[in-house]
């Protein structure tokens, strides 16, 4: 009974955070990890250094997601955007309202990546073994209604598919992998099968990404128009590619080339480099434009 309780109690708070969403009744589930941190264990000399690593561990962990729902989970209609499910040691998992989910992640995870030296490895005598600690993290964005078990589930494959990307970079970056659910699929390999993503991001391009997403939304750029190249990713690749050319043309024409420019500087950002490689894929044959689109919803201009 009690853990039916629990659990009722949980559904009725995601209730709530979706309902002050936008788009409303969807919520993010945050899932962060830092990386590389087991094999630091063996490394203190002394208890006291131990001791040292492990409490600043945790204590940066703890500062930096209570910085991060401190800069973007202001009440609303006397309703707080997040529930915090855990920080432990370098874990974190939290329940955010949808539009300030991936925010929060990045926030976190940029915190934790710059006061690692300092706070951490410094005063445990480990800045010669590493240079940094960094973090990897997955970001679901489902309805509020979408099972708990089955977002954490899908939270963890994300981190695990941003932990492949840490340890490609050599740990010297985080990296975060995301995930719009539009249906009641819960395995992740499957619901990514058709889709042309460029995901996971590192840090640094997935601040990019968030700009674009805010740029295009500043300039107006017609959503029709973006849903439109969107949908030609899933027809074929020449589809994709004369669908957009046409918009890359219909926005040359026009005398304000601002979203002209616009559009073909975020292509060429993610690897488009008109020398005969036509938008909007890379040299992989895969898009950004479709993280765009699918995250657009999703972030606040």
Same mark, same amino acid.
């Given at each position: 009974?009690?853990?039916?309780?629990?659990?009722?109690?949980?559904?009725?708070?995601?209730?709530? *955070?979706?309902?002050?969403?936008?788009?409303?009744?969807?919520?993010?589930?945050?899932?962060?990890?830092?990386?590389?941190?087991?094999?630091?264990?063996?490394?203190?000399?002394?208890?006291?250094?131990?001791? $040292?690593?492990?409490?600043?561990?945790?204590?940066?962990?703890?500062?930096?997601?209570?910085?991060?729902?401190?800069?973007?989970?202001?009440?609303?209609?006397? *309703?707080?955007?997040?529930? *915090?499910?855990?920080?432990?040691?370098?874990?974190?998992?939290?329940?955010?309202?949808?539009?300030?989910?991936?925010?929060?992640?990045?926030?976190?995870?940029?915190?934790?990546?710059?006061?690692?030296?300092?706070?951490?490895?410094?005063?445990?005598?480990?800045?010669? @073994?590493?240079?940094?600690?960094?973090? +990897?993290?997955?970001?679901?964005?489902?309805?509020?209604?979408?099972?708990?078990?089955?977002?954490?589930?899908?939270?963890?494959?994300?981190?695990?598919?941003?932990?492949?990307?840490?340890?490609?970079?050599?740990?010297?970056?985080?990296?975060?992998?995301? $995930?719009?659910?539009?249906?009641?699929?819960?395995?992740?390999?499957?619901?990514?099968?058709?889709?042309?993503?460029?995901?996971?991001?590192?840090?640094?391009?997935?601040?990019?990404?968030?700009?674009?997403?805010?740029?295009?939304? +500043?300039?107006?750029?017609?959503?029709?128009?973006?849903?439109?190249?969107?949908? @030609?990713?899933?027809?074929?690749?020449?589809?994709?590619?004369?669908?957009?050319?046409?918009?890359?043309?219909?926005?040359?024409?026009?005398? &304000?080339?601002?979203?002209?420019?616009?559009?073909? &500087?975020?292509?060429?950002?993610?690897?488009?480099?008109?020398?005969?490689?036509?938008?909007?894929?890379?040299?992989?044959?895969?898009?950004?434009?479709?993280?765009?689109?699918?995250?657009?919803?999703?972030?606040?201009?």
């Amino acid at each position: 009974m009690g853990s039916r309780r629990q659990e009722a109690g949980v559904t009725e708070d995601l209730d709530a *955070i979706g309902s002050i969403a936008s788009p409303p009744n969807y919520v993010g589930f945050i899932a962060l990890d830092g990386n590389h941190v087991g094999s630091l264990l063996d490394k203190p000399q002394t208890i006291d250094q131990y001791r $040292q690593f492990s409490d600043g561990l945790h204590d940066l962990t703890k500062d930096q997601t209570y910085a991060a729902l401190q800069s973007y989970g202001s009440l609303h209609k006397g *309703i707080a955007p997040f529930e *915090i499910v855990l920080i432990g040691g370098d874990d974190v998992l939290l329940i955010t309202a949808a539009d300030i989910a991936i925010e929060v992640a990045l926030a976190i995870a940029e915190g934790f990546e710059s006061g690692s030296s300092a706070r951490v490895l410094g005063p445990a005598g480990l800045t010669s @073994a590493c240079e940094k600690l960094t973090m +990897a993290g997955g970001v679901v964005l489902a309805h509020a209604e979408f099972p708990i078990p089955a977002m954490y589930a899908l939270a963890e494959s994300l981190q695990k598919s941003a932990k492949k990307l840490c340890a490609a970079q050599e740990y010297q970056t985080g990296a975060i992998d995301f $995930q719009v659910v539009s249906g009641s699929d819960t395995d992740l390999d499957e619901m990514r099968r058709l889709i042309p993503h460029r995901r996971p991001y590192t840090l640094d391009e997935m601040k990019q990404l968030l700009k674009y997403i805010r740029d295009f939304k +500043a300039e107006g750029f017609p959503a029709s128009q973006l849903q439109a190249m969107y949908q @030609a990713l899933f027809e074929s690749e020449v589809n994709a590619q004369l669908a957009s050319i046409a918009t890359l043309g219909r926005l040359g024409q026009r005398k &304000d080339k601002k979203q002209y420019k616009l559009l073909k &500087d975020f292509f060429s950002h993610f690897g488009v480099k008109f020398d005969g490689q036509l938008p909007p894929w890379d040299a992989d044959k895969r898009s950004a434009l479709a993280d765009l689109v699918e995250l657009y919803p999703f972030i606040q201009a």
